[in-house]
């Protein structure tokens, strides 16, 4: 990870966008670093827009706002129109194939598409497309391991919500190999 990584989650609202981006901001700070995790959401809330920039650094950060991001996540057309020219030169993009037909090209950053909202479907992970297309960022990114990100669910994941833990963290799994 290089010393300072800003990350935004972008999507329609009820796609699980905070709680994603939450994950990553809590696995940072288990790894000491510095992190910054903002919400964004529309007023009409699900169905709305939602957007959830972090930051995760190895020193203070000064502003939680990104504007543009090292890492896109777009998990509609929407998202992924609005940012894919702000994505930094040399950054990651993700996005759901499920969801966007095509991704206009960019020579200067690394694509990558996964069908999350139908391999969510597809496994019994209905409402999970957000843990798969995190796994996939996860990998491609290399931000943090897999082990680390399942830690970190383990302890924001209710002991009440058992088995939402184990459908996150094999939504996670089927991201990251896919």
Aim: charge should be negative; include cysteine.
């Amino acid at each position: 990870m290089k010393s300072t990584t800003k990350i935004l989650i972008a999507g329609f609202g009820g796609q699980g966008i905070l709680f994603a981006g939450k994950a990553l901001a809590y696995t940072g700070l288990k790894a000491e670093k510095e992190v910054s995790w903002l919400p964004s959401y529309g007023p009409e809330m699900r169905g709305g827009t939602a957007n959830c920039s972090i930051t995760i650094a190895e020193t203070p950060i000064g502003s939680p706002i990104v504007e543009k991001p090292d890492i896109l996540v777009a998990m509609n057309l929407p998202s992924l129109e609005k940012y894919l020219f702000e994505t930094e030169n040399g950054g990651v993009i993700v996005y759901d194939s499920s969801l966007i037909s095509k991704c206009e090209n960019r020579e200067d950053v690394s694509i990558f598409a996964i069908p999350a909202t139908r391999l969510a479907s597809d496994n019994g992970l209905d409402g999970l497309a957000n843990m798969i297309i995190l796994g996939k960022t996860l990998k491609e990114t290399e931000l943090f391991s897999l082990e680390q990100i399942k830690n970190s669910l383990t302890q924001m994941v209710p002991a009440k919500k058992a088995e939402l833990l184990e459908k996150n963290i094999k939504a996670i799994e089927l991201g990251f190999n896919y």
